[in-house]
């Protein structure tokens, strides 16, 4: 067990430096974000030893290779252009999922707005004036002298009631 840590000791100091030089190489601008360097880092590791070495048997099978630092800088490559893959896809589904929300929320302004006018139309002129002067006013702007309690009870009893039988429909 003592030969295999001693062996990847040895892999890593080879391997870690091209490695790492190919993922900022790939990333770009991206690259000053030490955490995404290093989690990329290890994915490409992991990679090496998922599948029971599957990676590093293709490596020794290939005889016509540069070297082991190239073949892991290669696979660095791959890693980080998958990452940039990924995220360029999440920030599209997040960018039509975020139009889709603005556009659903216009839609419905604008059902409620034509569902506003059709329920509207079905109030007479003096339920129209109570709802518009004392129901969708701001409470500042409402003159209670204007009507008597009573009247004001009567006509908002009969907008609450159409607008009760409007939502039904």
């Given at each position: 067990m003592e030969?295999?840590?001693r062996a990847w000791v040895e892999l890593h100091r080879r391997c870690q430096p091209r490695m790492l030089?190919?993922?900022?190489?790939?990333?770009?601008?991206?690259?000053?974000?030490?955490?995404?360097?290093?989690?990329?880092?290890?994915?490409?590791?992991?990679?090496?030893?998922?599948g029971k070495f599957r990676l590093l048997e293709?490596?020794?099978?290939?005889?016509s290779s540069n070297g082991?630092?190239?073949y892991v800088a290669g696979i660095a490559r791959v890693e980080g252009l998958r990452y940039l893959?990924?995220?360029?896809?999440?920030?599209?589904?997040?960018?039509?999922?975020?139009?889709?929300?603005?556009?659903r929320a216009e839609d419905?302004?604008?059902?409620?707005?034509?569902?506003?006018?059709k329920f509207l139309a079905?109030?007479?002129?003096?339920?129209?004036?109570?709802?518009?002067?004392?129901?969708?006013?701001?409470?500042?702007d409402v003159d209670k002298n204007d009507l008597t309690?009573?009247?004001?009870?009567?006509?908002g009893h009969r907008v609450r009631r159409k607008l009760t039988d409007f939502l039904k429909e």
């Open positions: 030969g295999h840590e030089a190919s993922i900022r190489s790939t990333l770009g601008r991206r690259a000053a974000d030490r955490s995404l360097i290093e989690e990329i880092a290890a994915r490409v590791w992991y990679s090496l030893v998922n293709r490596y020794r099978a290939d005889v082991l630092a190239s893959r990924s995220e360029h896809v999440r920030r599209q589904r997040e960018a039509d999922a975020e139009a889709g929300r603005r556009r419905g302004d604008a059902m409620l707005s034509l569902d506003m006018d079905t109030l007479s002129p003096r339920e129209r004036y109570f709802y518009e002067n004392f129901l969708a006013a701001l409470p500042q309690q009573s009247n004001r009870w009567q006509l």
